[in-house]
């Protein structure tokens, strides 16, 4: 049993590391922190706030971000992004090439899905993303910032059984289930890009409330695509979930679905 697990950050697979860079630094806000030669890969480091963000380009770039591109997709997962102000946040990623994944512009969601101001949409290399103004000032409170983006909120991930990731993710790794319910209706058809969306969403907290925290995305409707192939450790859509903890197995974890969480970096 892993006791008072954490996530410092996310890890990022792209072939293009200059072109990476300049679209977090440029649309969302990172700055750079340092940039570190491995055995196997070069690594450029940013933050925004006090999250971290690695993006990793192997000497052996494996394949790129597969199609379809659908939240449903097993391999589905986006991080989060905290703004103060959804509207200055999307101008800013406009800026910079994108692709939508949200239909339109932001999208106010309802009481029942936390009333919270959200927009997905895809980098260059194809990961999602998502920006996320909340209604109180769980973020603003805490965080001066120079624009709009204050730090990353959470990460989420599609899976196939909720029961059986929730155990993973909390009888394995140690995080607390803090909420659970399901999100539906034209607004999260909107947000997700879908026709017909119902997902049922599990929220997983770090016992010491730092840090991001992780959701796991169960879709009802559309249901999952199934039968792709596995994710291999240098393709693009190898997103890795960094974490800390202790008696946590050093090295790199597959959750019951194939997503990636890592004790190290590379």
Aim: charge should be negative; include cysteine.
């Amino acid at each position: 049993m892993a006791y008072n697990p954490r996530i410092t950050g996310i890890a990022l697979i792209t072939p293009d590391l200059e072109r990476a860079c300049a679209f977090y630094k440029q649309a969302i806000g990172f700055y750079p922190v340092d940039l570190v030669r491995y055995d196997s890969a070069e690594v450029a480091t940013l933050r925004l706030g006090e999250e971290t963000l690695h993006l990793v380009r192997p000497d052996r770039v494996g394949r790129t971000y597969p199609e379809p591109q659908a939240a449903t997709d097993p391999w589905f997962q986006h991080f989060a992004i905290a703004v103060s102000d959804a509207a200055a946040a999307f101008e800013s990623l406009s800026r910079m090439p994108f692709t939508p994944i949200s239909r339109g512009d932001p999208i106010l969601l309802p009481p029942s899905s936390g009333s919270v101001i959200a927009y997905k949409f895809r980098d260059p290399d194809g990961h999602p993303l998502e920006l996320s103004q909340f209604p109180d000032d769980r973020w603003t409170r805490q965080r001066t910032a120079l624009g709009p983006f204050l730090g990353i909120d959470h990460t989420a991930i599609a899976v196939s059984n909720l029961d059986v990731s929730l155990a993973f993710y909390s009888d394995t790794l140690g995080f607390q289930l803090t909420a659970r319910g399901v999100n539906a209706g034209p607004s999260q058809d909107a947000l997700d890009g879908l026709d017909g969306a119902q997902v049922e969403i599990a929220v997983l907290s770090p016992p010491s409330s730092k840090g991001p925290h992780l959701e796991l995305l169960h879709y009802l409707s559309p249901r999952p695509v199934k039968g792709r192939d596995p994710v291999w450790i240098d393709d693009v859509a190898a997103t890795r979930t960094l974490i800390t903890g202790e008696e946590l197995p050093s090295g790199t974890l597959r959750d019951p679905d194939g997503h990636i969480i890592a004790t190290q970096l590379w």
